[in-house]
């Protein structure tokens, strides 16, 4: 069946405008997560959803990053007034349920996003 | 933030020899995975060994783990230069639901 997809898979933008991110889960999977991934680093959590319960945001690095879930299938991050350190590569992941310790997640392409 | 250390940071062999990386941790786990990423784009799954096991196979993979020093090893055996990819180990911490990723290693098999 058909994987996590992203979109877009590259966005460039300039400093100062918003940005939407969308994430396509597997279908079925209740967990959906965002990462992002600076250059040659490895990937930081920004966000958890599951089910409909409410999200864990713990991972967003400010108040200019924020994302939904509708119908507990697609997300949309979004990233307002954008800067240069938010450029990195935004990977999102979704696994049958993030309730359990040993499910494994599914990760997309990803967005590569580039702020100048 | 990024609490997986691993070493080396990369790694250059010969196809046919064996690859070993390791991953260090600092807190408490409920298991222990490793992921494989090409081209610094999306990430596959490759091996998870939960926190009251001590070693795993999987084909060429063998993972080992001792929670007592916080760490664990993947090693590759007979490498491939299909195997040169990033991999990162990431740690299912205790009460949280989300991955905590380490660093990664660079693996460059040469033909």
């Known amino acids: 069946g058909a994987g996590v997809s992203q979109s877009p898979s590259n966005k460039v933008t300039e400093k100062g405008k918003d940005v939407e991110l969308r994430c396509d889960p597997i279908?079925?999977?209740?967990?959906l997560y965002w990462y992002r991934q600076s250059l040659g680093q490895g990937l930081e959590f920004l966000i958890y959803?599951?089910?409909?319960?409410?999200?864990?945001k713990s991972g967003l690095p400010s108040d200019r990053f924020s994302a939904e879930r509708t119908g507990g299938s697609v997300s949309t991050l979004t990233i307002q007034r954008t800067q240069q350190e938010d450029s990195a590569v935004y990977l999102c992941?979704?696994?049958?349920?993030?309730?359990?310790?040993?499910?494994?997640?599914?990760f997309g392409p990803g967005t590569r996003l580039t702020v100048l | 933030s990024q609490q997986g250390e691993e070493d080396p940071q990369a790694l250059s062999i010969q196809e046919g020899e064996n690859a070993t990386m390791n991953c260090s941790y600092k807190t408490s786990i409920n298991n222990l995975q490793w992921y494989r990423q090409n081209s610094g784009r999306g990430l596959v799954h490759l091996i998870l060994i939960r926190s009251n096991e001590r070693e795993k196979h999987s084909g060429r993979l063998r993972v080992t783990l001792d929670t007592s020093k916080k760490s664990s090893s993947l090693l590759i055996t007979a490498s491939r230069a299909a195997d040169t990819a990033s991999y990162f180990c990431a740690t299912r911490d205790t009460g949280r639901r989300a991955l905590t990723f380490g660093s990664g290693t660079r693996l460059q098999v040469q033909p």
């Open positions: 279908s079925g999977h209740t967990a």
């Open positions: 992941a979704s696994s049958l349920t993030g309730q359990s310790s040993y499910n494994e997640q599914f």
């Open positions: 959803f599951q089910g409909n319960s409410a999200p864990d």
